[in-house]
Structures are given as C-alpha cells and as structure tokens.
C-alpha cells in the first residue's frame, strides 16, 4: 500500500474523498509498522467510550464538548492509572495536579474551549455526584482540557453550559468515533487549515502482549505540516511565520488509552511519546501553544476501589520497563495518525466575524505526495 501506483490512487479517489463522518479511513498512505484496531479509534480499546456535543449556531457559535470514558462503569469508585505530560504548558488542564500526585483519574475527560473550562469542571462534578454509589462523595477530580477557538468562535460569549457537558457525556459510546468539526474540534484551526477531532489505534501482536494503544487529539495548533514524511505546509507556502496565521501559536490536547498493565510511571513516559507523534507531523510546540497529553490504562486489575478498606495492599502486576518499547512506538503511530485523521475529516468553516477557514485540500495534497514519493524503477 506504501507504494501505490497514481492509477491506483486515482482509482481510490471516490473512497478517499467522502467527507461523511463515517467515511473510510483508507487513503493510500500508512502510518508506521503497526496494524491499527477494527475502529481505528481510542474506542478500540476496550470499555472506553466517546460522546460529543456539538454547538455551530448562527454566525459565531462554532465550539462544542468532547467527552472520553475510561470504562462504562462508576469511573470515581473505579479509578484507573493516570499520568499528564505537559510538552508545553500554555493551557488550562483542570485537575492535572491530583492526577499527578495520585497517579489516576476518577472522572470522564473532557476537552472544550479555554474559557468553558469552568463549565467543564461544573459538568463533570454534577454528572459524578449524580451518580449511583457517589450519594456521600464530597470531592471530584474534574479533569477538563481546552484549545482556544476563538478564531471562529465567539469565545468570549461562553457559549458552553454544564448541561451541555453532561449531554456530551451522557452520548458517550464505543465503536465508530466522529472526527473532524465536531465537539471540541468545532472551531478549531491546524496547521492554518481546519482542525478539529482525530483518532487511531494500534494493535500490539500477541508476541508483544497483543495490547491495544488509542489515541484521541483536539487539534488546534500550527507549524509545518507534514504527512506520511512529506512537506505538504511548505510544498503548500503555508508555513510558520509566513503567512498560516502567521504565529503559529494554538494547542493540543492528547488522550491516550490502552489496555495493557501499565501504572502511572511507565504511562507519563507514553505520554511524553505522544509528543514525538505531534512532532512528526510538523507541530512545533511554539510559546503560545498548550499541548497536554493524559495517559490512562483500562486494566481491570489495575482500578483503584474507592471503598478499598484502610490498610489493605494493593497486589497488581504490571509491565516491566523493558517491554515498554513496542507501546511507546503504538502511542507515537497512534498520535500521528490522530492528527492527520483530524484534517482529513474536517470541512471548511466560516465563523466569528467572517473568519474563514478552508479544510486541507486533499486532492492536491494527495497528487502532491504522489508527485514526491520515488517512482519505482
């Protein structure tokens, strides 16, 4: 497939460029050396589950809410091992400092704008204390990240109630995850083309442990566009500091899942991979950028009870650092392939003030990474 002939890619053009959410993901390009899950999605590994909501009214509304469960159940009363990297720290991630004391998560994920963050936090704590078994719980974790989309959105008007969040959450599902401008990628900007919502998955063989590593990204950043190791921003003339909005600056926010027995040590240093997943798509992390990554494993003997009785030992067995390796480079396909997932799915957008936002033209992308590939002799 690496090295599909342009009759072949021609051949594929009416698959590659249906813009449906549930298009199919096959583009005639593969990212890395790992087979990815069924999905393709952070939903592949199993029990998490996705919900957004979606909020494009009027001229200026273009935001939303994207909510990641890391299993069905009572996520306060069944922790799960956590880590948070920040690869650069100009952002908000609410309840990242417990999660980094403690080492796990007891509330959904959610990501929306900056300045809906506190609906976020509310959202969650309602949804939580809501819930059956919590009726005595007097402390949640909200854990609750954001991109700025005020490019398109009116961000100012805090658009977001704690209501909508809870919908976000309550509409949370497996399978098939939605991608491009919808939830939290509503209005958000890549790269100077339309951002949004992105996914992958990758699948360990059963010599490696046969685990699964899903990625979830809200893209919303700059630099220079890379794909499949080609230079489409600078091939494109869009590039920092020239004329793709020019600075550069935005955020990302990453949600790694997988399944494999990992603790909260060896899942902060997955996360620090997912940064290499960002870089090789072009982001540089600029002074203006937030890029957060939240690490959790599913491993049902890993949760952590709220009602454990005072002085009992946990007894778990986890991976040894040795076999790190092939999980580290799962997260680093996985968020590559997230990212781009993020522009092939998203459509153009006008928004707050006019802003106009084209999606990446792929077509030209794709004639243009055919053009640069070597021909075969």
């Known amino acids: 497939m690496?090295?599909?002939?342009?009759?072949?890619?021609?051949?594929?053009?009416?698959?590659?460029?249906?813009?449906?959410?549930?298009?199919?993901?096959?583009?005639?390009?593969?990212f890395g050396v790992l087979p990815s899950g069924e999905n393709n999605s952070i939903t592949?590994?199993?029990?998490?589950?996705?919900?957004?909501?979606?909020?494009?009214?009027?001229?200026?509304?273009?935001?939303?809410?994207?909510?990641?469960?890391?299993?069905?159940?009572?996520?306060?009363?069944?922790?799960?091992?956590a880590a948070i990297y920040a690869g650069n720290g100009f952002g908000k991630l609410a309840g990242s400092t417990q999660v980094m004391e403690l080492g796990n998560i007891e509330s959904p994920i959610v990501l929306t704008n900056t300045l809906s963050v506190?609906?976020?936090?509310?959202?969650?704590?309602?949804?939580?204390?809501?819930?059956?078994?919590?009726?005595?719980?007097?402390?949640?974790?909200?854990?609750?990240?954001e991109t700025n989309d005020g490019y398109l959105n009116d961000i100012r008007g805090m658009?977001?109630?704690?209501?909508?969040?809870?919908?976000?959450?309550?509409?949370?599902?497996?399978?098939?995850?939605?991608?491009g401008n919808v939830g939290a990628g509503t209005g958000t900007v890549c790269f100077g083309w339309k951002g949004g919502i992105g996914t992958s998955s990758r699948k360990l063989p059963e010599s490696l442990g046969g685990y699964t590593v899903g990625v979830l990204v809200q893209t919303n950043f700059g630099g220079n566009l890379q794909i499949d190791?080609?230079?489409?921003?600078?091939?494109?003339?869009?590039?920092?500091?020239?004329?793709?909005?020019?600075?550069?600056?935005?955020?990302?926010?990453?949600?790694?899942?997988?399944?494999?027995?990992?603790?909260?040590?060896?899942?902060?240093?997955?996360?620090?991979?997912?940064?290499?997943?960002?870089?090789?798509?072009?982001?540089?992390?600029?002074?203006?950028?937030?890029?957060?990554?939240i690490a959790f494993s599913t491993a049902e003997g890993?949760?952590?009870?709220?009602?454990?009785?005072?002085?009992?030992?946990?007894?778990?067995?986890?991976?040894?650092?040795?076999?790190?390796?092939?999980?580290?480079?799962?997260?680093i396909e996985a968020t590559e392939e997230a990212i781009i997932n993020s522009l092939f799915a998203a459509e153009s957008m006008e928004g707050k003030d006019g802003?106009?936002?084209e999606k990446l033209p792929l077509e030209q992308v794709m004639n243009l990474m055919e053009e640069t590939r070597p021909k075969a002799k």
């Open 159 to 179: 658009h977001i109630s704690p209501r909508e969040v809870i919908q976000a959450i309550e509409a949370a599902e497996g399978g098939t995850v939605a991608e």
């Open 355 to 357: 802003h106009y936002v």
């Open 118 to 145: 506190a609906a976020g936090i509310e959202g969650v704590v309602r949804y939580t204390l809501a819930q059956p078994g919590n009726e005595k719980v007097q402390s949640v974790n909200a854990v609750v990240g």
């Open 44 to 81: 592949d590994v199993a029990g998490v589950k996705v919900g957004h909501f979606t909020k494009n009214e009027g001229d200026n509304i273009r935001t939303g809410v994207t909510a990641i469960l890391p299993h069905g159940g009572n996520v306060f009363q069944e922790k799960v091992p």
């Open 229 to 293: 190791g080609v230079a489409v921003g600078e091939k494109m003339g869009r590039y920092p500091f020239r004329d793709a909005m020019e600075k550069s600056d935005g955020s990302c926010m990453i949600v790694v899942a997988t399944d494999a027995p990992v603790m909260e040590r060896n899942l902060e240093r997955m996360a620090k991979r997912a940064m290499m997943g960002l870089a090789k798509t072009g982001g540089i992390a600029s002074n203006g950028s937030g890029d957060y990554v």
């Open 302 to 331: 890993l949760r952590i009870s709220y009602e454990a009785k005072s002085g009992s030992l946990d007894n778990a067995e986890f991976i040894r650092n040795d076999d790190m390796s092939s999980l580290f480079m799962a997260v």
């Open 2 to 30: 690496k090295n599909l002939s342009l009759l072949a890619l021609l051949f594929l053009f009416p698959i590659i460029y249906s813009f449906a959410q549930n298009r199919p993901r096959e583009r005639g390009m593969i």
